[in-house]
């Protein structure tokens, strides 16, 4: 492990912990988490050319592209002990958020998710959705269409679980 006193580099290896691929973390609506090394995450043009890597615990924050960037020196993966330890080793996370909303990502994905369930209830209360559900119901008692259905499921059934059943031979 690195030593706490040494001088910091980005490039310091983190297979000195334990080595990883770069890590992405989608939260829809919310942020994009990107964790790796330095060499990794410049790979994938992440980091602006002339950047001043963060020295130990510090965090650097930019924006491009409508998009706001934090970047911090993580714990890699399996590190054990305090923070000191890791303090120098090449790991670093990334989160990308939309600018406009820097604090909160998750509020746009909350607001979202209400504004569909909002959309679904008003739906329920047309003509068009009683038109819908009649003809469903329709199908369902149609013995024909029924029959169809078992026909085509059967050949991908599976149980409550959502696994195949086993094979009898």
Request: with cysteine; net charge positive.
């Amino acid at each position: 492990m690195a030593d706490a006193n040494s001088t910091a580099t980005p490039h310091q290896p983190a297979a000195e912990v334990i080595e990883h691929d770069l890590t992405i973390n989608i939260y829809p609506r919310g942020y994009v988490m990107w964790v790796g090394t330095s060499e990794q995450l410049r790979d994938e043009c992440l980091i602006p050319p002339d950047f001043s890597w963060p020295h130990a615990f510090d965090w650097k924050t930019w924006t491009a592209g409508g998009f706001e960037f934090t970047l911090w020196r993580s714990r890699p993966k399996g590190a054990k002990g305090p923070k000191r330890l890791w303090a120098t080793v090449d790991s670093w996370s990334l989160r990308r958020c939309l600018e406009s909303q820097p604090l909160d990502g998750w509020a746009a994905a909350r607001i979202y998710e209400k504004e569909q369930e909002l959309s679904q209830v008003r739906w329920q209360q047309t003509r068009e959705w009683g038109e819908f559900i009649s003809k469903h119901f329709v199908a369902r008692a149609d013995k024909d269409f029924r029959a169809f259905l078992a026909k085509m499921l059967g050949a991908c059934k599976t149980n409550r679980r959502g696994r195949r059943p086993a094979q009898k031979n």
